[in-house]
């Protein structure tokens, strides 16, 4: 693998996370586009400005509509943005159940995150912890107050100071590399289009079942046929894009992040051997309790869905934002 410098790969998830900041919007305003062509596409005539009734579909209207709900599209995603982005700490602890330790707490784990920060010279995080017997830790926060390790009482029990160091080491290694401000950034982009995807398609379904429709003013049988397809059609192209984008982030999140990560716990505990063995244990019992969230999954150290054989392990493999981790651990064994 290609070597790649720790402000190299600070300033590719910079440069990414600018990209998705442009992205998002973009692949949003566009389905709301398509939204509206295919709403006015129901009713297929419409009225030009010398008041004829015209066969078809007018962009102009579609784009002056556009333009008069851009306004708060835009207004009401920023909002949404800026309150989950300055949030999200306290959302995954709530989510999770992580609580907040001092050295008082648990000097073991305390002391082990303090030595390798000073190592690096990095700023101390926050230590979470979860009560949980699976074997987990993951990294989040967006910048130095935010900034949090968080480990399972299921690690701290299985594994010894030389694999805890290395797991550490690897959750320090992304707080570094600003991965972590990279994925919340994703998670949110995702939330917020898998939400308002679910919403136009209940409102859309309910128009159709409670009269909301336009074949219900014209009361044609025929029309009514229509509207049943461009609402399904209409909902198909949401989900499609909400997926798509999925998918786009899950790419961007590259795995490339998780070796770099691997290296960086690797030098940071002086001992790959260690963490390649931290690796394999986590293995046999990764995930975090009853949080079957995705969003928070791809955090962790090890994404549970990796576990999974047959076919569903090749599928999955296809779209994980983590490598193989037979892989992970014989490239530590070779570090």
């Not at 480990?151 to 290694?173: C, F, K, P, W, Y």
């Not at 570094?176 to 289009?193: A, C, E, M, Q």
């Not at 509207?227 to 999140?253: D, E, H």
């Not at 076919?311 to 070779?334: D, G, K, V, W, Y």
Request: glycine content about 8%; proline content about 3%; some cysteine.
């Amino acid at each position: 693998m290609k070597y790649v410098g720790i402000q190299t790969q600070i300033q590719r998830n910079n440069t990414l996370s600018i990209l998705l900041l442009l992205g998002f919007p973009t692949i949003l305003l566009a389905m709301v586009w398509v939204f509206l062509y295919l709403i006015h596409s129901v009713e297929g005539s419409y009225y030009d400005d010398y008041g004829n009734l015209t066969y078809g579909i007018s962009l102009s209207m579609v784009n002056h509509e556009f333009m008069m709900t851009l306004p708060w599209i835009v207004g009401g995603v920023g909002i949404w943005f800026v309150i989950a982005y300055f949030s999200n700490a306290s959302m995954i602890r709530r989510a999770t159940g992580a609580r907040p330790i001092s050295r008082r707490d648990n000097p073991r784990i305390y002391n082990i995150v303090e030595n390798l920060t000073m190592s690096c010279g990095m700023p101390m995080p926050q230590v979470n912890i979860i009560d949980d017997p699976q074997l987990n830790a993951f990294a989040s926060g967006i910048d130095e107050k935010s900034y949090t390790v968080t480990v399972t009482t299921g690690l701290m029990n299985r594994l010894n100071d030389d694999e805890l160091a290395g797991v550490i080491g690897h959750e320090l290694t992304h707080i570094r590399n600003h991965d972590t401000r990279l994925l919340i950034t994703s998670i949110i982009f995702v939330g917020i289009i898998s939400t308002v995807t679910s919403l136009v398609a209940r409102i859309l379904w309910n128009s159709f079942i409670y009269g909301g429709g336009r074949s219900r003013r014209n009361n044609n049988e025929k029309n009514g046929g229509a509207t049943i397809i461009v609402v399904l059609f209409i909902g198909l192209i949401c989900a499609a894009i909400a997926y798509f984008f999925t998918l786009l982030t899950r790419f961007a999140i590259s795995r490339k992040r998780e070796y770099m990560a691997d290296a960086g716990g690797a030098e940071l505990c002086g001992n790959p051997l260690a963490l390649a063995s931290a690796l394999r244990k986590i293995s046999a019992t990764p995930g975090l309790g009853n949080v079957g969230r995705e969003d928070i999954a791809q955090m962790y150290i090890i994404h549970p869905q990796e576990m999974t054989k047959g076919l569903m392990e090749h599928i999955n493999s296809l779209f994980s934002t983590h490598p193989s981790t037979a892989r992970r651990i014989q490239l530590l064994e070779q570090f």
